[in-house]
Structure formats: structure tokens, C-alpha cells
């Protein structure tokens, strides 16, 4: 896998460079490239020819009104959406260089892990949902399990709130510590990516900026794609970030460019607040 | 609105008719508790321990027990569970988790209509499955006609139980990798053990006091009835026996049972609801 | 904000496993098809069931059928020692006491539905409801012993005073033995009270705001609106609980054959013992001689599950165009 050129961040979507920034700057290598992507929910077609690279140990953020085909293109990602009957997908997915529907699917989801909208701890403990996915994985021997448990949800943040009640229920903790143990489960796997789909929108502003201060923490462990409706979130977290309208990606840009200074008038409305 | 509407007449039918609802609430709270109260008085007074240890007395004598109708019904309650459940919860995962379409349509009607089969005519059926072809009823054949009442409740109590469980938890554990199965056994059904034990021991509540479909399959006996394959007495039959019989003593036996039964009946289902309630508290933190 | 400094070196995805062949061992244990099959076959199970219990009900009625044909219904002789068999007493008896055990538990269980769902508070409401549904879990033959023991005593005190004034209808007269098709559908109507009761509940509260505020905004009283908005719109849930309640009540057995008398005679008046389809098959089965007999018995649990179908279905097709009611029992 090799590094590649900024300006091939989208065949179809021309990145602009601000001033102040190298016009050369090298991404690290392809995490997915997405070509001529199209989606269906039985004859409703929710994405319609997306085309773009999501490039490795970046933080890229998908933005746009309700029903613009941004969680449905996460959903792709680890093909969470063929769990849903009468779903179609055209066009391609490349996982590295690798096409993502080559893999099995349980397998592909352990290397791209996935934190969802409401926070949805499994009725276990603290401790056994952290360790839910280790257990899957018949190599991983039991004595490494509580180990890992651990460095998880440090990296979750988590582990000085929860340390003394591991074994209790993990319904039992606040709304903004579920949607970290979530975070946490879904690290303890080693994920090469993690997809977040809309984190913060059920949660209060302290817990969403304890949730923020973390992706900055993980981004360096593996890359990340946010879905999100809020945008100063969007331009907080992200590095990149892609405007979707009605299931089509209507401009992929650096995300400081995407909020100061857009290409398209379609983002300018949306990021000015006139629709959506 | 002026202040006569609405008129008289219809503010005096207006209490009345909602007097009358409450009279009619009241009378069947009434009901309940004449029921319920005359079997605790007439079975409780009737009580002793020999009821429980003794085989029953030749007619006309007083004293004995029916220590081998409360073992039959227990062997055949064990049996019916071990017919009953896993289908049960077999049937309730295919329908909750796999069956779409017209199979789902199918069987839950099919389900539903097997539930409302009269209990006098699964006795019909068990006996000509299971005791015309053995020459003789037995244990077995009362358990399996138990265990195939069992069937529609369980199913459709573990199919409702699990569809309750939220889609974002199915999501959550195929998320970190795990299969459909892995899902359903290691996140779905734990997440709904607690209403499937307490579905499933109504469902044995509710088949220990069937008497007509052991009629011609269990039949009855006055004696132990060692293994599976010979008749066997029950507390239901044994109440219908000595309740129509005309000896005073077997009265008292029939009220005794009763209460035995019903007691027995009662303590699963509060206990079940305790299981549910214990569930719902775990699982809300 | 862009980073240009990789933090730590990625890994290449041959080194996660994602291309290694599956072994027998992973296919099978992430196996959904297997645990699919499995499922299937006990949700099968249940047709299989069905089908067995239909064509057993029908091979095992054929002596009958053949010898009797549409006769057997209609005609009134039960004679088991000449091997004539004809239904109708039973059929009567059995029609007669559900029907009369309906007229006394729909108003009084739709009253005290109306009282639960609309006048008692949510908390002393669902307290109620919890104990009237403990009477749907009284076994039947309790119910025949309280028939037997209580309910015929206390009539034997109350029916005199009764035909003295109302004993020139035909339907109340002739002499009272306690056991009768009176005693059997009071009987009955207190077993179907509780499915009118809690499945009625249901409904009602499950009827919108809207359909009450509507009638409300006009100056009703609480009654009218009840009465003339609430119980309308929920007409189908209760409907299908009534035919719910006359399914059981037909193929009640065992405290209807404690307290009719089991007499295979047709009369006309209430208060004469009689003998019901259910009643009869739990009463001769194990003592039918000869298969004639046997299968004349047979097929008198066949009608008896077709017509219990029959209304069955009728209550699940309508309560199944009411959505989210779960039907106790």
C-alpha cells in the first residue's frame, strides 16, 4: 500500500488547498476506496454513484441532512447493512487493496468495529461486554482477556469510573459512560477502523466533549469515520469531511475548507444553516 | 356550554350506568374470593400429613393419601417439559429470529389455533397415537399429550420475548464480529431468559391442572406406578374421581387436593412474576 | 487540522487474518444455517402436529361416518348397546350452555372491562385485572368441584323461589335436581368471564385520546363517551374475545361434566340435566366397547375441534387486524 497525493482523494470531487497548507501533502495509504457506489433499500435507491478514499489513521466525517445516505454509507463499510433484508449494494468497495465483499462478513466487522447512534450495552456486566468480543475469538487465550479489558477501556477513558464495578450491570451506568463502554467494546478487538454513527447525538454536551477528547486520543490507533449531524462536532474532530444530499457525496474537502470556504452552494446552505 | 348541559336525565344514566360497571367488577371480585376462600377452608381443614405420604384407602375406609397422584403429576409434569419446552423454544427462536413471510404467518396461526384445540380432544389424539398402538396407557402417553399443549405457549411466549429484545443489541454483538447464532445464544436469549423461565413456567402451571386429556392416556391408579410406562394416577383426575364419587371421605380428599393443586397452581405464578419482575430490574440497571 | 505525522506504523491486513482460508470448525460455529435448520424443524414441528392431530381425528371417525353420515348430528338416539349413535342431545346440550354462559359473562365481564379500562385508576386497574386473571388460572376441575359442592347447594335454596314466579316459562320449569344446563353454563360463564374481561381491557385502553376528546369537546358525559365512542371503536377487539370465550366455553370438559348430569336427552327447559359433546367423550371413552363406539366418540371430538376452530379463528383473524393485543391463554 502506498502513500497517495491529496488531490486523489475523490476522482470525482476536487480537494482545494488552502493557502497556509502543502499542496503536495502525502496521505498514508487507502483505507477504503470507494468506486461507483450504489445502494438500495428494495427499489428506493439511498446512494447513487459515491466515489471516494477514505485514507488510513485519519478522521473523516460524513455530513448532511436526514435521509442523505451518509449512515448508509457506513453501514456498508463493515456491511452491517446485509443484516437487512432487501437491501442491494452496486459498485465497489476496496478494504486496502482487498475488495471488502471477498471477506467473510463476521470477520470483516472485527476489523472495522462499529459504535452506534444509542449507546447499547449488552444486559452483561461492564467487564463481560468489554470482553464479549475477545471471547469470540477462540485464540485469544483467557488469561490475556482481563488484560485487555483493561487497556480498552483506558483507552475509552473508562477504566478510572468503572474500575471498582467492573462485574456490575452495564445498564446500571450513565448514558455518556454507556456510550464509551461501547466505544471500549468495540477497541478491545484491535479494530483497523472504527465507524461511529452519529455517537454523541443521545448524549448531553459534558459527556459528548469526554467522547470527543477521546477519538483524538484513538486516532492514532486506527482510523476513524464519523457520521454526524452536528457540524461543529464535524469540524472539531474531523480531518476531512463529506457533504451528502439526497444519496449522492456532493464535495469531500479538508474539513478547515468545508466550513470556511466551500465549492459547492449546496454545502454553503447546508453549513449556513438553510436547509436540513 | 351553558350549565344545564348536559341535561339531568343524562348526568342521572351517566351514574348509574358507571355504578353499574363497578357492581359488575365487584361481582366477579366476589366470585374470585367465595373461590378461592371456600378451597382454602374446605382443603386446608382436610389436610394431614397422610395425605401426602399414604397411597389412597380401600373405599370406605378412612385415613390414606394420595402420595401417588402428587408423583404422577410431577413425572408427568418433567415429561410434558421435556416434550414441550425445546420445541417450544425451538419454534420461538425460528419464528423470532429466521421464519419470514408466509412461514412465520403459517406457524404462528397454526400455533394460535393449536392452542385453542379443546383438552378432551388432545386426549382423543394422544390416545390414538400413543395408547392404541401400546395396548395401554402409561406415564408416557399422559406426558406427551401435557407436553403437546405445552408446545403453543412456550413457542409463542419465547417468540414474544425475544422480539422484545431491541434491534440495536442483534446490532451490537454482529458488530464485533459474531455470527447470527452467536447473537442469538450469547446476547438475544440471555437478554431475554428472564420472560422466556417465566412464560415457560406458566405454561407448566397452566397444564398441571388439565384432567381430560389424562382421562384416556395417564387413566389413573390406585397404586405407585414405578417407570414411564404404566398408568399412573394424578392430582386432577384424582379430584374429578373422588369429587363424583358418593363417599364423604373422598370428598374431603377432592377439597385436600384441590387445594394442593391450586396452591401449587398460585406459587408459580407469583413466583413467575417475581422472575419477571427480578428481569426487568437487572436489566434497568 | 490535517496530520501529517503517522503515529504508529499500520498494519498490513494479511497479518488480521481476513484472508485465511475458514476452517470446518469456524464455518460451523458461526454457522447460522445449521442453528436455521434446527429452529425450523421445531417451528415445523407444530404443523406436523396439526396435520397428525386432523388425520388421526378423521381415520380414527371413519366407522362412524360411514355408518352415520350427516344423520349423526341431527339425529337424537345414543344408543351404545344396538349401535346406534346420533349426536344431537349432545350437540344441543352443548350449544345451550355456551350460549347461555355468554349471555351472562358479556355484560357482566364488558361492564367491569369498561369499569377497569375507564373509571379505576391505572395502578388499582392492573392490581384488579391481575387477580381476575388468576381466576383464568384455576384449573377446570375446580371449578367442577366448586360446582359441585358450593354453586348446586346454593341453587337448590335459590331456584324454588324462582320457578315460583317465572315457573310457567317452559324454559324454567320441571322439577330441579341441582345438576342441569342452568348449573352448567353459570359454571362456564364464571371460567369465560376473565378472557372477556382482560382481552375487552386491552382494547379499550389501547382506544386513542382522540376518539374521546372528540365527543368530550361537546359536553358528553363520561358514560356517552364511553358508550358511544370508546366501546364502537374498539368493537372488533371485543368481538374477537367473545368468540375467543365461546370456543372455550364448547370444548370446556370437565366442570361442565361435573354439574349437567350427563342425561342424553333434549329438553327445553334450563333447569333439566342434559349432557354435552365434551361431556360425553370424557365420560364413555375409556369404557367404549367395540370400535363403532369408539369411533362415534371420535367423531364427536371432531366436530367439536372443527366448531372450535371455527370461532377460534374468527377471534384471531379479528384481533389480529387490532394490532399489539396479545390474547392471554
Known amino acids: 500500500m502506498k502513500p497517495f497525493d491529496l488531490s486523489q482523494l475523490s476522482?470525482?470531487?476536487?480537494?482545494?488547498?488552502?493557502?497556509?497548507?502543502?499542496?503536495?501533502?502525502?496521505?498514508?495509504?487507502?483505507?477504503?476506496?470507494?468506486?461507483?457506489?450504489?445502494?438500495?433499500?428494495?427499489?428506493?435507491?439511498?446512494?447513487?454513484?459515491?466515489?471516494?478514499?477514505?485514507?488510513?489513521?485519519?478522521?473523516?466525517?460524513?455530513?448532511?441532512?436526514?435521509?442523505?445516505?451518509?449512515?448508509?454509507?457506513?453501514?456498508?463499510?463493515?456491511?452491517?447493512?446485509?443484516?437487512?433484508?432487501?437491501?442491494?449494494?452496486?459498485?465497489?468497495?476496496?478494504?486496502?487493496?482487498?475488495?471488502?465483499?471477498?471477506?467473510?462478513?463476521?470477520?470483516?466487522?472485527r476489523v472495522v468495529g462499529m459504535v452506534f447512534q444509542k449507546p447499547s450495552p449488552f444486559p452483561k456486566s461492564i467487564f463481560d461486554n468489554v470482553a464479549y468480543g475477545l471471547r469470540l475469538d477462540p485464540s485469544i487465550r483467557r488469561n490475556e482477556i482481563a488484560d485487555k479489558v483493561e487497556q480498552s477501556l483506558r483507552r475509552a477513558a473508562l477504566w478510572d469510573e468503572v474500575k471498582d464495578k467492573l462485574h456490575q450491570s452495564a445498564n446500571g451506568i450513565s448514558g455518556g459512560q454507556q456510550q464509551r463502554l461501547c466505544i471500549a467494546r468495540a477497541l478491545a478487538v484491535e479494530p483497523e477502523v472504527l465507524l461511529l454513527d452519529e455517537p454523541c447525538s443521545a448524549l448531553d454536551p459534558i459527556s459528548t466533549a469526554k467522547i470527543e477528547d477521546l477519538l483524538f486520543e484513538i486516532k492514532n490507533l486506527c482510523t476513524i469515520v464519523i457520521v454526524t449531524h452536528n457540524m461543529l462536532q464535524a469540524a472539531r474532530v474531523a480531518d476531512y469531511v463529506g457533504f451528502f444530499l439526497n444519496g449522492e457525496l456532493v464535495e469531500l474537502n479538508r474539513a478547515k475548507q468545508i466550513f470556511q470556504n466551500p465549492e459547492m452552494q449546496q454545502t454553503q446552505d447546508y453549513i449556513t444553516g438553510r436547509f436540513g | 356550554m351553558s350549565a344545564s348541559y348536559p341535561p339531568l336525565s343524562r348526568k342521572i344514566i351517566n351514574v348509574a350506568m358507571l355504578a353499574l360497571t363497578g357492581l359488575c367488577t365487584l361481582l366477579v371480585l366476589a366470585v374470585l374470593l367465595t373461590i378461592l376462600g371456600y378451597l382454602l377452608w374446605k382443603g386446608a381443614s382436610s389436610l394431614n400429613i397422610a395425605f401426602f405420604t399414604k397411597i389412597p384407602a380401600p373405599v370406605g375406609q378412612s385415613g390414606g393419601g394420595v402420595e401417588n397422584a402428587i408423583v404422577g403429576t410431577l413425572k408427568l409434569l418433567a415429561l410434558a417439559s421435556a416434550i414441550g419446552v425445546p420445541i417450544g423454544l425451538l419454534g420461538g427462536i425460528y419464528l423470532s429470529e429466521f421464519a419470514g413471510g408466509w412461514s412465520a404467518f403459517t406457524i404462528r396461526y397454526t400455533t394460535d389455533l393449536l392452542n385453542g384445540v379443546p383438552s378432551v380432544v388432545m386426549g382423543i389424539f394422544v390416545y390414538t397415537l400413543v395408547v392404541l398402538p401400546m395396548h395401554h396407557f402409561s406415564t408416557m402417553a399422559g406426558g406427551i399429550a401435557l407436553g403437546i399443549m405445552m408446545i403453543p405457549i412456550a413457542l409463542r411466549s419465547t417468540e414474544d420475548f425475544l422480539r422484545a429484545v431491541p434491534r440495536s443489541l442483534r446490532e451490537g454483538g454482529?458488530?464485533?464480529?459474531?455470527?447470527?447464532?452467536?447473537?442469538?445464544?450469547?446476547?438475544?436469549?440471555?437478554?431475554?431468559?428472564?420472560?422466556?423461565?417465566?412464560?415457560?413456567?406458566?405454561?407448566?402451571?397452566?397444564?398441571?391442572?388439565?384432567?381430560?386429556?389424562?382421562?384416556?392416556?395417564?387413566?389413573?391408579?390406585?397404586?405407585?406406578?414405578?417407570?414411564?410406562m404404566q398408568p399412573t394416577a394424578s392430582l386432577p383426575v384424582v379430584i374429578y374421581n373422588y369429587a363424583i364419587s358418593p363417599y364423604d371421605v373422598w370428598h374431603q380428599q377432592a377439597w385436600a387436593a384441590g387445594f394442593v393443586l391450586l396452591s401449587g397452581l398460585l406459587v408459580i405464578s407469583v413466583v413467575s412474576r417475581m422472575v419477571l419482575a427480578r428481569g426487568k430490574k437487572l436489566s434497568h440497571g | 487540522m490535517a496530520n501529517t505525522v503517522l503515529a504508529t506504523p499500520e498494519v498490513p491486513f494479511e497479518s488480521r487474518g481476513l484472508d485465511k482460508k475458514q476452517t470446518w470448525w469456524e464455518r460451523l460455529r458461526k454457522g447460522d444455517e445449521v442453528v436455521h435448520l434446527i429452529t425450523l424443524a421445531g417451528g415445523w414441528s407444530i404443523l406436523v402436529i396439526t396435520g397428525l392431530l386432523v388425520q388421526h381425528l378423521w381415520v380414527y371417525s371413519r366407522l362412524s361416518r360411514h355408518a352415520f353420515g350427516w344423520h349423526f348430528l341431527v339425529d337424537s338416539t345414543w344408543d351404545p348397546v344396538n349401535g346406534v349413535f346420533g349426536a344431537w342431545p349432545f350437540v344441543y346440550g352443548t350449544v345451550v350452555t355456551s350460549l347461555l354462559a355468554l349471555a351472562i359473562s358479556i355484560p357482566i365481564g364488558l361492564g367491569a372491562a369498561i369499569f377497569l379500562a375507564e373509571l379505576a385508576p391505572r395502578k388499582l386497574s392492573n392490581a384488579l385485572t391481575f387477580l381476575i386473571e388468576l381466576l383464568a388460572a384455576v384449573p377446570s376441575v375446580i371449578y367442577g368441584l366448586i360446582g359441585i359442592f358450593l354453586l348446586i347447594p346454593v341453587l337448590f335454596n335459590v331456584v324454588p323461589y324462582f320457578q315460583k314466579y317465572f315457573g310457567w316459562l317452559p324454559i324454567f320449569n320441571g322439577t330441579f335436581y341441582g345438576v342441569s344446563y342452568f348449573s352448567a353454563s353459570i359454571v362456564l360463564s364464571i371460567m369465560v368471564v376473565p378472557f372477556i374481561i382482560s382481552i375487552s381491557r386491552e382494547v379499550l385502553i389501547s382506544v386513542p385520546v382522540s376518539q374521546r376528546e372528540a365527543m368530550m369537546a361537546l359536553g358528553a358525559t363520561k358514560w356517552d363517551v364511553t358508550w358511544r365512542a370508546v366501546v364502537p371503536y374498539a368493537r372488533q377487539g371485543i368481538m374477537g374475545s367473545i368468540f375467543l370465550s365461546l370456543a372455550r366455553a364448547l370444548g370446556e370438559t370437565m366442570a361442565v361434566t361435573m354439574v349437567i348430569g350427563n342425561v342424553a336427552q333434549v329438553s327445553t327447559s334450563l333447569m333439566a340435566p342434559g349432557y354435552t359433546i365434551a361431556a360425553v367423550i370424557a365420560n364413555e371413552f375409556t369404557e367404549a366397547t367395540g370400535d363403532l363406539y369408539l369411533h362415534a366418540l371420535i367423531e364427536l371430538g371432531l366436530v367439536l375441534f372443527v366448531v372450535t376452530m371455527i370461532f377460534n379463528a374468527l377471534a384471531r383473524l379479528l384481533m389480529l387486524t387490532m394490532k399489539g393485543h396479545e390474547v392471554v391463554g
Open chain 2, 174 to 228: 454482529l458488530a464485533l464480529g459474531a455470527s447470527k447464532s452467536e447473537t442469538i445464544f450469547t446476547i438475544v436469549i440471555p437478554a431475554a431468559i428472564y420472560g422466556i423461565i417465566t412464560g415457560i413456567m406458566l405454561d407448566i402451571a397452566r397444564v398441571a391442572g388439565e384432567t381430560a386429556p389424562l382421562l384416556f392416556t395417564a387413566f389413573g391408579n390406585l397404586y405407585d406406578s414405578p417407570g414411564w
Open chain 1, 11 to 109: 476522482r470525482a470531487h476536487e480537494v482545494r488547498f488552502s493557502s497556509d497548507e502543502p499542496a503536495d501533502e502525502k496521505l498514508p495509504w487507502p483505507q477504503f476506496t470507494v468506486a461507483d457506489l450504489n445502494f438500495f433499500y428494495g427499489s428506493h435507491q439511498a446512494l447513487r454513484g459515491i466515489d471516494l478514499i477514505v485514507p488510513n489513521k485519519r478522521v473523516m466525517a460524513f455530513i448532511g441532512p436526514s435521509g442523505c445516505g451518509k449512515t448508509t454509507l457506513l453501514r456498508t463499510f463493515n456491511r452491517m447493512n446485509e443484516t437487512i433484508p432487501g437491501t442491494r449494494v452496486e459498485g465497489s468497495i476496496r478494504l486496502g487493496d482487498k475488495d471488502l465483499f471477498s471477506f467473510p462478513a463476521t470477520r470483516l466487522r
